[in-house]
């Protein structure tokens, strides 16, 4: 199995941040690593609600839900193409007055490792773009003073696996 992952600091409550994460068919609004999200299923996201995103330069995927922890503020959802199971975990925590959000994507299966080095720079740009779209859209919502000291806040946690 090998991982990708990205962290972000974002001043601006986890309940916000939370809140934004779980509207996934307002992704596009914010990121540019997703051009298309249609919920399948009505009503909040949920174990196994489903969403087909469409992404720049990949075929369009279905994802499930697959864990959920509202109280925790974390959702997996998982998609299978091509011999491979593609894992992806959003997670936000408190830090300091604001919010830490791990945006991790996990590959498996026969062809998953294949698969995670040819699409490793595609899949470090996305990651990487989803967290600043969100880091900018939900800092845009909040007037929030920023502290002097402040240094840019997204870290890129490298390739392992």
Known sequence: MADFRYVV???APPSRVWAVLLDVEQWPQWTTSVAS??????GPLT???RTRICQPRLAPAVWKVTSIDEARH???????TLGARILAIHKVDKHGTGARVT????FSGILGGILSRIFGDLNRDYLEREATGLKRFCEAAVSWPAPASTVPSAKHIARSG
């Not at 974390?74 to 299978?80: E, K, S």
């Not at 945006?103 to 996990?106: G, H, K, P, T």
């Open 9 to 11: 600091e974002i001043q």
């Open 37 to 42: 999200a249609k919920r399948m299923d009505l």
């Open 47 to 49: 174990l196994g609600s």
């Open 74 to 80: 974390t959702f997996a959802w998982d998609t299978r």
């Open 103 to 106: 945006l991790s994507l996990f």
